[in-house]
Structures are given as structure tokens and as C-alpha cells.
């Protein structure tokens, strides 16, 4: 208690932020300076890196994550592997950085989601919204001796909302503006946007899962390989075939597309099942593979603009551009193209990488959870109150 209290009150700290994302291909790690908290909080990325799973691994994340070959034994199991995949892996970030485990303050973990069910459900006459992360951060916070922050969904499940989207705290730390209306778009696995109008405080704030990102394109690609590749490198397939309209229309009409915020998705709307029905639908249709993965790109791009002119309340003057997906030039160019009036930017442009902004969102987290700050934004996950976010794990 003695050392939190120490590092609560610290003025500058060194954290790790850990992050594993819908689309499943490997840990990212950002190591962070921060200094204050809240409005006051400036950070400084020291060192960012991605390693991926090995397939393996990988391929047992994706059963485990599947509800028709995913059990409870595996879950239990996976849980425990993955803290000490993370552990492992933070370390050798920390000694690539040219640092000693004793010179970081906190790690701040995700966590890989298992399951995330923002509906209301009912059993046994309990009814409550549920979200799954695993990752045993007492396996981390064991295996490095450092202090480890995680599990930042739960706080806002309990209070009613959807556990997500978690970003739009630290979206707003990191890019509010007193001149214009900005969306920061991540595009993961799932896309999700955070809408920070000029001069707005934290409750003027809109922030929800636009639709997928990356995550049919690159089943699709594993698809069409067998497995050989995992992702439409710079969009170079999509960027060689033509948008099927009719295809794009059948996809289009996704329920979670009309569904008002607050709301969230993943895996369970548009994984696998979702891209066997487009699959089938395309081949019977007779589509070129290249096709097929231009639709789907497409389907990203337009997906997430059709968000913006329903559930904004005015196209915004920035777009900023995160995640694995920002990297799909073919991608970029059809948002750029879709929103011809809009100023499209990446996060690399405000000194951010890509790989590193979710990371990098989880220690901005974790600083707030030490400085006793509630870090969650009801407007966008539909919880009753702000809460503290995070489960504080001493090694």
C-alpha cells in the first residue's frame, strides 16, 4: 500500500501498456513517460513495438474465442497462458528499450477479449450486459514483479453500460480542440469513433463501434490463401478488384448498422459467421477473389462514414486515422474519397504510431485508476455513472 500511495503522488511515471485486439495477430506494446493526470496529463511514447503470435498460439486464441469450439477448460487455460505470453513479452520490450524492469512503474493490460455481449440478458431471474478479457494479470504482475493495472471494462458493466468503447476518455485527453470538430477513428479488428465536437467538454463526447474494421477482410485473406497470409497488405488486393454494389448492398443491411448509440460490437456479429454468409453469397455469385476483397474493404470504409451522417450531429472538420487499418492505403483512399470535404489524417501525424495508440490508451487508463479518477464516458457506453476504471494487481 505503502508504494501506491508513493506512486500515486509520483510526478513523473514510466508505465507499459499492453494490448491484444479483436483482429488477434500479436501483442502490442507501448512504453510511455507520463506526467499529471486528467486534463494536466502529458505523455511521451519511449518505445513501441508488435509482436506477433505465433500460429499456434494464434490458432488457438481463435477456437478458444469461437462460442461453437471454445469451452470453459480452454478459457480457464488460455487465461493463465496469455498473462505469461504478456509478462514475457513485456519484458523483452523493456529490455529492448534499452531499460531495467525496475525503472517501470505500472504495466497496464487489455487483455484479450473471449466474448463481449452488450444486450441485456437474463438467467436466473439476473439480468446484466457481460464482457469477457483474459490475460491473468496476477500472472503478470507475478512474472514481472511490476505492478499491473487491468480489466478496465468491468467498472463500466457494473454500472450498467457496455464495458466499451474505452478509448474515448484518452481520446479526448489526447486530441481535444477549441477550434474543430474532430472524429478519431481507430480501426482495429472492429472500428470504433470517438466524436470530440470544438470547445465540447467530456460529456458532449459521442463514441461507439462503427461496424468492422479490418476483421472480414483479413478472414477473407486467410481464407484465400489457406492460411499463408493474414491481411491484405497496404490494401494491394482490394486495390486490383472492383466494388461488387449488389454484395455491398446485402452486407449493408447487418442489423448492428441501424442500431442507435451507445452500442458495441465484435466478434459475435461480424467474425466468421457473418463472412461464411458473404463467402457463399460472393462464389455463388461468381466474384473474383479481388473483388471480394474490395467489397469488403469498401464495406469498412463506408460503413464508417454512413456512421458519421447518422449518429453525428455534423460531419467533422478532421478524421483521424488509427489502428492496423490505417495502414490499408487502398482503405484510407476510399474514406478520403467518401468524405471528399473532411481532412483525413493518421495518428502518425500527431507523433502517435498506429500499433501504439491502443496501448498507449491502457497506461493513460491505468494513470487515471492510481489518481482515483473515474475514466469512463456514460454518454458513449450507456453506464448510470462515471466509475473508477481497473483492477490494481501488486506483484
Known sequence: MDKLCQLRFKDEKIALGLMSGTSI?????????????????????????????????????????????????????????????YAEKALKAINEAGLDKRDIDFIASHGQTVYHNPKIDCIAGYKSRSTLQIGEPAVIAHETGIITIADFRQGDVAAGGHGAPISAYADYIIFRSMEIDRAIQNIGGIANVTWIPKGGGLDDIIAFDTGPGNMIIDTLIEEMTN????????????SRGEVNMKLLDYMMKHPYLSQKPPKTTGREDFGWNFTRKILKKALKMGLKWEDII??????????????????????????????????????????RKLNPEVKVNLHEDYGIPAQAKEPLIMTILANETLSGNPSNVPKATGATCRVILGKIIPP
Open 25 to 85: 495477430d500479436g501483442v502490442s506494446i507501448a512504453i510511455v513517460k507520463l506526467k499529471g493526470n486528467w486534463l494536466n496529463t502529458k505523455f511521451k511514447i519511449i518505445y513501441n513495438v508488435t509482436y506477433e503470435y505465433n500460429s499456434e498460439l494464434r490458432k488457438e486464441i481463435l477456437r478458444t474465442v469461437n462460442p461453437k469450439t471454445g469451452n470453459v477448460k480452454r478459457i480457464c487455460q488460455l487465461n493463465n497462458i496469455l498473462g505469461r505470453v
Open 227 to 238: 492460411g499463408k497470409a493474414k491481411m491484405d497488405l497496404d490494401g494491394e488486393i482490394a
Open 294 to 335: 474490395a467489397t469488403a474493404t469498401f464495406y469498412t470504409a463506408k460503413t464508417i462514414s454512413e456512421a458519421y451522417h447518422k449518429y453525428l450531429p455534423r460531419k467533422p472538420n478532421e478524421i483521424i486515422l488509427g489502428g492496423g487499418g490505417s495502414r490499408n492505403k487502398t482503405l484510407v483512399n476510399m474514406i
